[in-house]
């Protein structure tokens, strides 16, 4: 099948699209052992858009040795200032890699233009901007100690901070590029090396950005890249023992096997999971805020998104007049491919995903789910499903307990006297990722965001991000924070050294 032609893309894009993706090892392509491959698609039309090496353990395991030995050879020679330079740099080339970057993002993923180009033209850039002053400024501290009842002036005690080590990097489909960049930017600046394992369904841009790194300057087996299936290329880096961490984003279930697979020589894990999260707005928020609020918490990228508000607790004075307007929002929404400007509503990623959609819309009616929008998939090709919006849901409702990882609010309402009630059903899923509150009365707001068990709360905004605030999950949404300082202490060890003399 090829590519609908309304697409207009550029001669760098089609470039790269018309290459036999391999893995990158030691810094430069190379096939599988076994001469296997697997198709990508675009989600917008199902077009096939690229074939790409599916490895294995073989594949792995010469990716994990190449980066022990960069590990232990050049890169460890490398200053502070030179790797805070690359990442600068790798920065630069990003923005001057825009279009491809973009272009490459739309059809792996399927987002809307502006979203794609705020993503390659801003968020990247400016995170690894962020990442490039740490280098210089990861200090170890000195101590007053008495080891061994030496005496001041009898020793010097201190600590290091070095790089763990070997880093493989597993990533899911949903924002290809900022979660690759969520891990390679703390890998370079602490001086780790890594083994990258992009999700099947959209590896281009991670493929793109190993090579923006070595053109960057970052030397041979730093940066590996290995394509291939979960279960063989994924599940065999999780297990390697010659690597020290695993950093992982993904679906909690899969999660779980990664801690099992990490047992094995128990390298280090940080764990980005699933999530399902809360928005509780009070009847005195301002609804001219909250309702286009609403509906981007939860309707940004199509409902694939980790942080997604998908759970709303709304006063029951302001119950209708919300869900009507988050309604109008949803059936307002353009949906077809993001390359069109046209367009502000993308697809889900595969037929699978649409039909695992459909099913939580299908069982939370059977359960006794009002369905006020949405609810189907519009006749278009792609794999588009519409912004869905379910009323009187309650915790234990199939779609209301899960996370269905697509255009899907379900509401619930409280009354004056339900403060501690809603905290509680904003708790009673397995996650603890993200959420908001919504009100003009700011200790009211304090006090939810107290008892709201997420890694981030917003008040009067969702998903409030920036390179330098920590984000992650509590309960069974993670182990562990990406982004800002804390991201770093998961790249590095600490060794308490003492001088006697
Ligand atoms: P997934 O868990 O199916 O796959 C994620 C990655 O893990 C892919 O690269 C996949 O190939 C790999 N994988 C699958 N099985 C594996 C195994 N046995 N061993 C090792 N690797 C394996 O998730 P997905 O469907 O790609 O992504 C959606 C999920 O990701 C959602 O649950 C979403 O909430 C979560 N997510 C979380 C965050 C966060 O920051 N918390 C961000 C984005 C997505």
Redesign the pocket.
């Known amino acids: 099948m090829s590519l609908p032609p309304s697409y207009s893309l550029s001669r760098p894009t089609l470039d790269f699209l018309a290459r036999r993706h391999g893995h990158f090892i030691g810094g430069r392509w190379v096939p599988s052992a076994s001469g296997e491959t697997f198709r990508i698609h675009d989600p917008a039309s199902g077009a096939e858009i690229g074939e790409v090496a599916a490895g294995g353990e073989p594949e792995i395991d010469a990716a994990v040795r190449t980066a022990r030995a960069a590990f232990e050879g050049p890169w460890s020679s490398y200053t502070s200032h030179r790797r805070g330079e690359i990442l600068w740099k790798l920065a630069d080339l990003i923005q001057q890699n825009f279009q491809q970057l973009v272009e490459l993002e739309v059809l792996d993923n399927g987002l809307p233009l502006p979203l794609a180009q705020y993503v390659c033209g801003m968020v990247v850039p400016e995170f690894f901007r962020y990442y490039a002053g740490w280098p210089t400024k990861i200090e170890g501290a000195t101590l007053p100690a008495a080891p061994g009842g030496k005496l001041p002036g009898q020793h010097l005690s201190f600590t290091l901070r070095e790089p763990l080590g070997v880093v493989g990097a597993?990533?899911?489909?949903?924002?290809p590029l900022p979660?690759t960049m969520?891990k390679v930017a703390p890998a370079l600046a602490t001086g780790c090396t890594m083994v990258l394992?992009?999700?099947?369904?959209t590896p281009l841009t991670a493929m793109r950005l190993v090579e923006l790194c070595q053109e960057a300057g970052v030397p041979d087996g730093v940066m590996n890249l290995v394509n291939?299936?979960?279960?063989t290329?994924?599940?065999a880096?999780?297990a390697h023992p010659g690597v020290d961490k695993i950093a992982?984003?993904?679906?909690?279930?899969?999660?779980r096997?990664?801690v099992k697979?990490a047992a094995g020589n128990l390298k280090k894990v940080t764990?980005?999971?699933?999530?399902k999260s809360p928005v509780v707005v009070f009847d005195d928020a301002d609804l001219a805020q909250v309702i286009p609020g609403i509906a981007r918490a939860c309707f940004f990228l199509q409902g694939?998104?980790?942080?997604a508000g998908t759970r709303l607790f709304v006063h029951e004075r302001i119950h209708d007049q919300v869900v009507e307007g988050v309604a109008a929002v949803a059936k307002a929404f353009k949906p077809g491919p993001g390359l069109d400007p046209a367009h502000d509503f993308g697809p889900l990623?595969s037929e699978k995903?649409r039909e695992r959609v459909a099913g939580f819309v299908a069982a939370g009616v059977a359960e006794g789910a009002e369905l006020v929008c949405g609810g189907k998939a519009p006749s278009r090709a792609g794999w588009f499903y519409e912004a869905t919006v379910l009323t009187r849901t309650h915790d234990a409702m199939t779609p209301v307990a899960n996370?269905i990882?697509g255009p899907v609010l379900c509401v619930q309402t409280f009354g004056d006297d339900d403060f501690d009630k809603v905290a509680r059903s904003a708790n009673s899923t397995i996650y603890g990722?993200s959420g908001s509150v919504w009100t003009r009365d700011l200790s009211k707001a304090i006090r939810m965001v107290g008892k709201i068990d997420s890694g981030q709360v917003a008040v009067n905004m969702h998903a409030a991000l920036d390179p330098m605030m920590p984000?992650?999950?509590n309960k069974q949404?993670?182990w562990g924070r990406?982004f800002g300082k804390e991201a770093l202490d998961s790249y590095l060890k600490t060794k308490a050294v003492t001088l006697t003399w």
């Open positions: 597993i990533t899911p489909w949903n924002a979660i969520l394992k992009p999700a099947e369904l291939g299936y979960g279960a290329a994924g599940a880096l999780a992982f984003t993904g679906s909690t279930a899969v999660g096997q990664i697979a764990l980005e999971l699933g999530g694939q998104n980790c942080m990623i995903q996370e990882f990722l984000f992650g999950g949404s993670g990406e």
